[in-house]
C-alpha cells in the first residue's frame, strides 16, 4: 500500500503567484439565461463553496490521473453568505476535474489537468458516490448527469500543495482558466464568460484511503472534504511574461525529447499536413484538421482559450463515472 501524501512541491510555482485570492472578483450568474434555463434569479457573489471528493490511480512510476467532483454547496460576498433563488432545488452547480502530477511517498508535484463546470437541471443528480471502481453521482439516468449542461471548461495552470500535521490536513491550491461554451455564455454576466478561477481544497489526512489496485497501481480515495474557487483577475503583463519564459523553455525541452515537435505536425507522405494528425500537448492529445490554428503554443496566454475548447481525442479513463475530458 503507498502511503499517504506527506509534503507537497509546487507543480507549476511560479503562475500560483501571479493572482491571490485577495484580488478575488465579485462575480454575476444568471441561471436563467442558460441554455435550457435553469429558472432561478440572478446573483452576486464573490466565493463559491462546495464538497470535494477525489478518486485518484497512481501507476507504478509515480504518474497519477486524479478525478474530482466539486459539487457546489453555496456562495457568499464580502464574507456575508448569498441564497440564490432557485439553487438547490430547480438547479444545482458541480466542477468535474482532472488533475495530472506525480506522487511519491514524500511528494506531491501536478503537472497539469483540466476542469468543467455544469448545471444540474432540477438539481437531481443525488450525492456523490465513491467506490475503488471510480466516481460519480447517485443519479445517472435521464433526469440525473445525462441531462446536465456544460456551462465552461477550462485547463489547469498551476498546482500546489502544503501540509499542516499539527491540524492534520492537506491543501491544495488550484488555478485554472475555464471559458464559457459560446450558447452558455449569458450565464456568465461578470467578471467575463473568460478567465481565471482559483481552488482551495482542505482533506484531512486520514481521509484519505489508499487501496491496492491492478497491475501495482494505488487507488487513492477520499470524500466529503471541504473547498472554495474564486474568480481572479487576468494575470499582469509581467506575470504573463514570465509565463511565456516558462512556455518557452519547456516547449524548447519538449522538442528536444520529443519528435514530432509541438510547431511541427506531422506529415504524411506526398502530403502538407496530415489532416486529422494526432500529435501531443502536455499530457493531453489533440485531433485537429489544422492543429496551428487550433491549438494552444504556450508562450503567452492569448489563445488558451482557443486551446480549452480545442478537439478532443478520447474521453477520461474513468469511464464509469461522470464523464468529463481528459
Not at 508562450?299 to 478537439?311: K, M
Request: net charge neutral; charged share 10%; hydrophobic share 40%.
Amino acid at each position: 500500500m503507498r502511503p499517504i501524501f506527506l509534503r507537497a512541491v509546487s507543480g507549476i510555482g511560479l503562475l500560483a503567484a501571479l493572482a491571490s485570492p485577495a484580488d478575488a472578483a465579485t462575480f454575476t450568474f444568471a441561471p436563467s439565461a442558460a441554455v435550457p434555463t435553469l429558472g432561478g434569479g440572478t446573483f452576486s457573489a464573490d466565493t463559491i463553496y462546495y464538497t470535494n471528493s477525489l478518486y485518484a490511480v497512481v501507476q507504478p512510476d509515480t504518474t497519477f490521473v486524479a478525478h474530482r467532483i466539486m459539487d457546489v454547496t453555496g456562495f457568499s460576498l464580502n464574507g456575508i453568505t448569498v441564497n440564490p433563488i432557485g439553487f438547490g432545488s430547480s438547479y444545482g452547480l458541480y466542477i468535474d476535474d482532472t488533475d495530472l502530477g506525480l506522487s511519491t511517498p514524500t511528494s506531491l508535484r501536478y503537472t497539469g489537468g483540466s476542469i468543467r463546470i455544469l448545471a444540474d437541471p432540477g438539481n437531481n443528480n443525488g450525492a456523490v458516490t465513491l467506490s475503488n471502481s471510480g466516481i460519480g453521482f447517485a443519479n445517472g439516468g435521464p433526469t440525473g448527469t445525462a441531462d446536465d449542461v456544460l456551462l465552461a471548461s477550462g485547463v489547469e495552470l498551476s498546482g500546489t500543495a502544503s501540509l499542516d500535521l499539527a491540524a492534520g490536513t492537506r491543501t491544495t491550491r488550484l488555478t485554472d482558466t475555464y471559458a464559457a461554451v459560446a450558447s452558455e455564455s449569458g450565464f456568465f454576466v461578470a467578471p467575463e464568460s473568460l478567465g481565471f478561477i482559483q481552488f482551495v481544497n482542505v482533506s484531512g489526512i486520514v481521509a484519505l484511503v489508499n487501496t491496492p489496485g491492478q497491475n501495482g497501481t494505488t487507488i487513492q480515495t477520499f470524500a466529503g472534504a471541504t473547498g472554495s474557487a474564486q474568480f481572479v483577475p487576468e494575470p499582469s503583463s509581467a506575470g504573463l511574461l514570465g509565463i511565456a519564459a516558462l512556455g518557452l523553455l519547456w516547449r524548447t525541452r519538449r522538442r528536444s525529447a520529443r519528435s514530432p515537435s509541438l510547431s511541427t505536425p506531422p506529415q504524411s507522405p506526398g502530403t502538407r499536413a496530415s489532416r486529422n494528425a494526432k500529435w501531443s500537448w502536455g499530457s493531453s492529445t489533440c485531433r485537429c484538421s489544422q492543429p496551428s490554428s487550433n491549438c494552444l503554443a504556450l508562450v503567452g496566454l492569448g489563445n488558451w482559450h482557443r486551446w480549452a475548447q480545442r478537439p478532443r481525442a478520447a474521453a477520461s479513463p474513468f469511464a464509469n463515472g461522470v464523464t468529463f475530458l481528459a
